[in-house]
């Protein structure tokens, strides 16, 4: 998911980094879709397999750590929304 570069045609060091804001925005939301699919699969009781899900994740709070500094405070939102998802469905596939 990580190993995609996309081609900026501004060399210098902002748009690197505007590049790898568009790659994590992208990133976090793909993930925000793929738990909304999980929990509407949970929701309808089918079974759902977390293990890929959370290596995923994982990879992504670890390319967040070197998001430009500047997007820290968004993307700590968004990760802390995906982590809260991500234990809902925990709690919810739980064995009773």
Same mark, same amino acid.
């Given at each position: 998911?990580?190993?995609?570069?996309?081609?900026?045609?501004?060399?210098?060091? =902002?748009? !690197? &980094?505007?590049?790898q804001a568009a790659i994590l925005l992208a990133a976090v939301e793909a993930m925000e879709?793929? +738990? =909304?699919v999980a929990e509407a $699969?949970?929701? &309808?009781r089918r079974a759902v397999d977390l293990t890929g899900l959370e290596g &995923?994740?994982?990879r992504l709070c670890a390319a967040c750590l070197a998001a430009p500094r500047a997007m !820290?405070? =968004? $993307?700590r939102l968004? @990760? &802390?929304? @995906? $982590?809260? !998802?991500?234990?809902? $469905?925990?709690a919810a +596939? !739980?064995?009773?």
């Amino acid at each position: 998911m990580f190993h995609h570069r996309m081609r900026s045609t501004d060399p210098s060091p =902002a748009g !690197a &980094e505007s590049s790898q804001a568009a790659i994590l925005l992208a990133a976090v939301e793909a993930m925000e879709g793929t +738990l =909304a699919v999980a929990e509407a $699969l949970v929701a &309808e009781r089918r079974a759902v397999d977390l293990t890929g899900l959370e290596g &995923e994740i994982g990879r992504l709070c670890a390319a967040c750590l070197a998001a430009p500094r500047a997007m !820290a405070p =968004a $993307l700590r939102l968004r @990760l &802390e929304s @995906l $982590l809260r !998802a991500h234990d809902r $469905l925990r709690a919810a +596939l !739980a064995p009773p």
